[in-house]
C-alpha cells in the first residue's frame, strides 16, 4: 500500500542498503530543517498548484484577444450582419473580462507561496530514503518532461499565419490564423507550465543543503514570467 501512495519500489521501503543517512554519520543540525517524504511530496503538490493557476492565467490572457479577431474576420466574410463597431466592441469587452479571470487566477498563487518556502528559501536536510525516493521519481519524470517540452517547442515554431497566407490572400483568413497562432502559444504555454514546474520541484528537494542554487532556479522562473507578462 505504501509502495503504491508514494510510487516508489518495496526496496526504497525496506532495505537499508539504499541509501546511507547522511545526517546520521556527521550529526543533525538542530538548525537545519529537516524534511520527511510527505512534507517533500506536499511542497510538490502546492508548486504544482502554483503552475495549475499560473497556466490558467496566462492562457486567458493569451487567448482573450481571440474574440476579438474572430469576430473581426466574421465581418470581413460580411456574415451574420455584423458591424465593425459592434464586433469591436464586444471584442473588447471580451478581453477586459478574460484579463480579469486571468490575472485573479495568477493573484490567487500566493495562497501556496508559504507553502513552497522552506524548502525554496531555507536551509534543510532530507529524511532517511526521502533523497532516493526523489531521485527515483526525477529519472522516471524526465521523459515525461522531455516529450511535453518538445510537444511545446513545436507549437511555438509553428507558423500559421505564414502559412495562411500562401493559401489565400484574405484578410479573414489572416485573421483567423492569428486566432489559431495565439491558441497555439497559449496551448504551448499551458503544456509547459506544469511540466517546467514539476521537473523544478523534484530538482529542488535533491539539492538539499545548496540553498543559493534553489533561490536562483526561483528566481529565473519568477524574472521568466515577469519577463513574459510585460512582453504579452
Known sequence: MLTEIFDVSTDYLLKDNVQTSESVSRGLDISTMQFSLEQAMKYVENKMNISQLVAKGVFLCVGSAMPLFALLAIVKTHKLNLTSNVAKAVGVIFILVMIFIGVSFLIRTNQHESDVVPIENEEFELAYGVHSVFKEKLQKYRSTYNLRLSVSIFIFIFIPLMIGSMLSDSSAV?????????????????????????????????KEGCLEARKVNALSARRNLRHFICLY
Open 174 to 206: 489572416a485573421l483567423m490564423m492569428l486566432n489559431v497562432l495565439l491558441l497555439m502559444i497559449a496551448t504551448g504555454i499551458y503544456i509547459l507550465t506544469p511540466v517546467s514546474t514539476k521537473y523544478e520541484a523534484y530538482n529542488n528537494i535533491l
